[in-house]
């Protein structure tokens, strides 16, 4: 049986819990989760990874569960979370590592793969494909693209609106979003889910459209989801909320990137059924990634794939893993 440790790691100015597993001299991986997730997201990976020999390391990331939660939305951009998994790194005493994101972490490691592709043995990405630099401010493009109908990037942007709402009840914020991102029972379509869909903007906020699911995803059991709202009881949720808002500065911190594609091995694994993949379908990758392992699609995943779908996103990370770290 494989043993998650779990300690605190000082990395570049913040605390960092994080859950460990494998052996010490393996080939690094650092797992880097999502919106609204903890490094929990990964039990399944952890022992799976570091018993085929790998030293596993997921981290909360800053702002979220156990990690430090500071204070300015500017201390949430793109180069503090590249730098926070760098960090990482650096404490393994490793001179590189393979990363793997979902959702969120997904946007960082793909954005660690171009500012630090000498530190990358490869990036696999769950849920989010890469995205090159645009031609102007994200937001500025969001709302465009949006103008008179409710996203919920755009909602997250003021602060203290979403906060709000989702901290008032950390288990029903849970449980919604969960379910929202989940197949439905008896496979119906997920891709009308209100949320992650741009749907009218009739006053109401981001919880109130989703519903109350009658019971729980099947991968998600009610241990599970208590571990999660004991998390966001302890961090809240507007350090996750300010990642969204630093959209436009992590455009501004990153002008130098213009036209970079991903150089390094890297794996896509998405759900046919996720609703973010609306919005950001894998086809945006075409000809930036240059030296791409696959994108694999999961027929009736939804957006929660690690945790949803362990056995073949475990397969899947294993066969890139192996070919990543070989040399």
């Given at each position: 049986?494989?043993?998650?440790?779990?300690?605190?790691?000082?990395?570049?100015?913040v605390?960092?819990?994080?859950?460990?597993?494998?052996?010490?001299?393996?080939?690094?991986?650092?797992?880097?989760?999502?919106?609204?997730?903890?490094?929990?997201?990964?039990?399944?990976?952890?022992?799976?990874?570091?018993?085929?020999?790998?030293?596993?390391?997921?981290?909360?990331?800053?702002?979220?569960?156990?990690?430090?939660?500071?204070?300015?939305i500017?201390?949430?951009?793109?180069?503090?979370?590249?730098?926070?998994?760098?960090?990482?790194?650096?404490?393994?005493?490793?001179?590189?590592?393979a990363?793997?994101?979902?959702?969120?972490?997904?946007?960082?490691?793909?954005?660690?793969?171009?500012?630090?592709?000498?530190?990358?043995?490869?990036v696999?990405?769950?849920?989010?494909?890469?995205?090159?630099?645009?031609?102007?401010p994200p937001?500025t493009?969001?709302?465009?693209?949006?103008?008179?109908?409710?996203?919920?990037?755009?909602?997250?942007?003021?602060?203290?609106?979403?906060?709000?709402?989702?901290?008032?009840?950390?288990?029903?914020?849970?449980?919604?979003?969960?379910?929202?991102?989940?197949?439905?029972?008896?496979?119906?379509?997920?891709?009308a889910?209100?949320?992650?869909?741009?749907?009218?903007?009739?006053?109401?906020?981001?919880?109130?459209?989703?519903?109350?699911?009658?019971?729980?995803?099947?991968?998600?059991?009610?241990?599970?989801?208590?571990?999660?709202?004991?998390?966001?009881?302890?961090?809240?949720?507007?350090?996750?909320l300010?990642?969204?808002?630093?959209?436009?500065?992590?455009?501004?911190?990153?002008?130098?990137?213009?036209?970079?594609?991903?150089?390094?091995?890297?794996?896509?694994?998405?759900?046919?059924?996720?609703?973010?993949?609306?919005?950001?379908?894998p086809?945006?990758?075409?000809?930036?990634?240059?030296?791409?392992?696959?994108?694999?699609?999961?027929?009736?995943?939804?957006?929660?794939?690690?945790?949803?779908?362990?056995?073949?996103?475990?397969?899947?990370?294993?066969?890139?893993?192996?070919?990543?770290t070989?040399?």
């Amino acid at each position: 049986m494989i043993d998650i440790t779990e300690r605190t790691v000082s990395a570049n100015g913040v605390e960092l819990f994080v859950r460990e597993a494998g052996p010490i001299d393996g080939p690094l991986v650092i797992l880097a989760h999502g919106f609204p997730e903890t490094s929990y997201s990964w039990r399944h990976q952890l022992p799976a990874l570091a018993d085929a020999g790998y030293r596993v390391i997921a981290p909360d990331q800053r702002g979220y569960g156990r990690s430090s939660r500071p204070d300015g939305i500017d201390n949430y951009h793109i180069v503090h979370l590249t730098d926070d998994l760098l960090g990482l790194v650096d404490d393994a005493g490793a001179d590189r590592a393979a990363f793997v994101g979902h959702d969120w972490g997904a946007i960082v490691v793909w954005q660690m793969s171009v500012l630090h592709p000498g530190r990358v043995a490869g990036v696999a990405a769950l849920s989010v494909p890469y995205q090159r630099r645009g031609p102007a401010p994200p937001m500025t493009r969001m709302r465009d693209r949006f103008a008179g109908v409710f996203f919920y990037i755009l909602h997250f942007q003021e602060p203290g609106i979403a906060d709000s709402e989702l901290d008032a009840d950390p288990a029903a914020t849970m449980r919604r979003i969960m379910a929202m991102g989940s197949p439905r029972a008896g496979g119906a379509d997920t891709t009308a889910d209100a949320g992650f869909a741009a749907v009218a903007d009739d006053g109401r906020g981001f919880l109130e459209r989703l519903p109350e699911p009658e019971v729980l995803p099947p991968w998600l059991t009610a241990a599970d989801l208590d571990v999660y709202v004991g998390d966001f009881m302890r961090s809240g949720f507007t350090g996750p909320l300010n990642w969204y808002r630093n959209f436009d500065r992590n455009w501004e911190l990153t002008a130098r990137l213009d036209g970079a594609r991903v150089e390094v091995p890297s794996l896509f694994i998405g759900g046919t059924q996720d609703p973010v993949l609306l919005t950001t379908p894998p086809s945006v990758m075409d000809g930036w990634v240059t030296d791409h392992r696959g994108t694999i699609m999961l027929d009736g995943a939804g957006h929660w794939l690690q945790q949803e779908r362990p056995a073949e996103v475990n397969a899947a990370l294993l066969d890139f893993l192996a070919d990543v770290t070989a040399t």
